[in-house]
Each structure stands twice: as structure tokens, then as C-alpha cells.
């Protein structure tokens, strides 16, 4: 419900952007960056709201840059777990 709310608003496209221009046109710098962010979001969210915020922006990003998701994908959801360890709030 959430995601589908914020959808709307574009905030995914301006976040998608946003992560390109800091990436500096480096896939290993985009997938650090976002690895950080998963980790960091998961930290105060339930792994799966985290995923559920993170993975529409992963796959609009590797859509514009015509490469796989499925590695930014992978990488985000172990981080996410690694990062839900960190506070008692999440499994």
C-alpha cells in the first residue's frame, strides 16, 4: 500500500536519479551505494518494507543503464539481513 502510494508521487524516479549522479557512471560505485543504503534502511525497517521501498528504484536504475538486475538484487537483499541484525527491531 505504501509503495503503491509513493509510487505516484515520482519519488523513485528523483531517488533513481539522485543515486546515478552520485555513482558517477561506476556500476561498482551504484551497487556500493545502494548496498549501503539497503543495509542503512533495513536497519530502522522490516527487511521486506525495505525491499519493497529499494527494489522499484534498482530495477528503474538498471533499465536506464540497459545491465541485469538481478546482481544489484541479490546484493540488496543479503545486506538487507545483514542490516536487520543490527537493531532489535527487525527478525
Not at 540488496?76 to 527487525?90: D, F, H, K, Q
Request: hydrophobic share 50%.
Amino acid at each position: 500500500l505504501i509503495v503503491g502510494e509513493l509510487s505516484h508521487t515520482g519519488i523513485f524516479e528523483w531517488f533513481a536519479v539522485r543515486l546515478l549522479v552520485s555513482s558517477k557512471g561506476s556500476f561498482r560505485r551504484l551497487l556500493m551505494l545502494l548496498s549501503l543504503l539497503t543495509a542503512i534502511t533495513s536497519a530502522f525497517l522490516d527487511n521486506v518494507t525495505t525491499m519493497l521501498l529499494l527494489a522499484p528504484v534498482t530495477i528503474d536504475m538498471c533499465n536506464i543503464l540497459q545491465v541485469d538486475p538481478r546482481p544489484y538484487l541479490i546484493s540488496e537483499v543479503i545486506l538487507s539481513n545483514i542490516g536487520g541484525t543490527a537493531t532489535l527491531v527487525n527478525n
